[in-house]
């Protein structure tokens, strides 16, 4: 076994959500070798990253400045969306919109977010096309993106999310559209590993970090990041994995020991329930979907804001064995939904409402919880699953795709 492979051993895995903190840990191997190797999952992968990198190399970049909506209460350079399940009044089409949760109104402006989906889309697997291949063209690529979404004077987007999920007649931008820019978290991991391949220069480094240190201070100060923040569904832990990435990406160790406090007091029990379940997402017209989201975000969460030891407090750093005072740890809502991740067909609540039939992927819950808890199983799952959805609703909810940027250290 070379030494790259070595590293993705299951003790190893730990090592990897804080690189810096463990470079001195030797990883112990299990009694059957490692559960699943760095190789292996860059092999597993390599075909689609590839493939989706070679077809992203001719994409030009497209930012918020290149669309642009008459019922925004912004400007060119900030983003813009509506909420998904917001639809006219059939009673006065002319007036404020009416709920229909679960149902995505396909006339709402939608155009930012999709560019901003793209975008996650074309950084991730160009980032992770360079690491597996070391071709310096995929890197450029991908910083040309970046300049143009966060440097580029005219085209740049602006670092607030004011008038995110507007609701015609009723909101101009709501702390719940905070969301959207969970499609940056993996975009950020993704900076962090091109960092390495000198395709910026220094001062370009500095400006993406000062853009996502604003935009942090934005979340944490603003009526609708404070409101975002204190959202009990997976609404607040989406907060919670937007602030720890942006964090570790400008190394602000304050805003990651917050996302920590937030998981152990408010995320984790307040929404996992003592079978594992998340019964705010259950209660949805989309339990299947929500509950996998919710899944995969906390897990996010825990790979992002992890740290060794305590705090001054005394509470464990390490977000993957924090336990509850009922004895839970996050690894019980992993086994709660492991079996109808296996086999849809035995879940018992009622079916989403829509794109049912579009679910599970790969989860990579199942792979992170796989490599800390040391659970064949999970990878297992994760490996049969299919790793790319086609739905774009589906993609929506689906923000990490590129696993060998979260494997590799940065």
Not at 89 to 113: A, E, K, L, T
Not at 132 to 143: F, K, L, S
Not at 157 to 175: E, H, K
Request: charged share 20%; aromatic share 12%; glycine share 6%.
């Amino acid at each position: 076994m070379n030494r790259r492979d070595f590293c993705l051993t299951a003790t190893a895995a730990f090592a990897w959500i804080r690189a810096s903190a463990f470079a001195a840990s030797a990883p112990a191997p299990t009694a059957n070798g490692p559960l699943i190797t760095l190789g292996e999952i860059e092999q597993i992968d390599r075909v689609r990253i590839l493939r989706a990198a070679n077809a992203y190399l001719a994409e030009p970049p497209v930012t918020v400045t290149a669309s642009s909506s008459p019922r925004s209460k912004g400007g060119r350079h900030d983003y813009f969306s509506e909420g998904d399940y917001w639809w006219p009044n059939p009673v006065n089409p002319s007036g404020p919109y009416i709920r229909r949760d679960g149902y995505s109104n396909p006339q709402n402006f939608n155009d930012h977010r999709e560019a901003l989906i793209r975008l996650s889309l074309i950084v991730p697997a160009l980032t992770a096309a360079w690491l597996i291949t070391r071709e310096n063209r995929y890197a450029e690529h991908a910083a040309t993106h970046l300049r143009a979404w966060f440097l580029d004077p005219a085209t740049r987007m602006n670092p607030s999310l004011a008038y995110a999920q507007a609701i015609w007649g009723v909101s101009s931008g709501r702390g719940i559209g905070i969301i959207d820019t969970l499609h940056l978290v993996e975009v950020t991991r993704a900076a962090r590993h091109l960092e390495n391949a000198t395709v910026m220069t220094p001062a370009e480094i500095a400006g993406l970090r000062s853009w996502f240190a604003q935009y942090i201070s934005w979340m944490l100060t603003s009526k609708n990041g404070r409101d975002e923040e204190a959202a009990k569904n997976n609404h607040g832990t989406c907060w919670a994995v937007q602030v720890a990435a942006f964090a570790a990406f400008t190394g602000d160790g304050n805003a990651i020991k917050l996302c920590r406090g937030r998981f152990r007091d408010h995320l984790l029990p307040d929404q996992m329930a003592a079978d594992g379940s998340f019964p705010l997402e259950l209660k949805r017209t989309k339990p299947y979907s929500y509950s996998l989201f919710d899944l995969d975000m906390l897990a996010m969460v825990c790979q992002i804001a992890s740290e060794p030891g305590t705090d001054a407090n005394g509470a464990v750093n390490d977000l993957w064995q924090f336990t509850l005072p009922n004895g839970n740890r996050y690894q019980k809502a992993v086994d709660f939904m492991f079996p109808f991740i296996q086999d849809k067909s035995k879940w018992p609540y009622p079916h989403d409402v829509e794109y049912f039939d579009d679910l599970p992927n790969r989860q990579p819950s199942l792979l992170f919880a796989g490599l800390a808890y040391r659970e064949p199983k999970y990878i297992a799952l994760w490996r049969a699953l299919p790793p790319d959805p086609k739905s774009a609703e589906i993609i929506r909810n689906f923000p990490i795709r590129q696993p060998v940027l979260w494997v590799r250290p940065v």
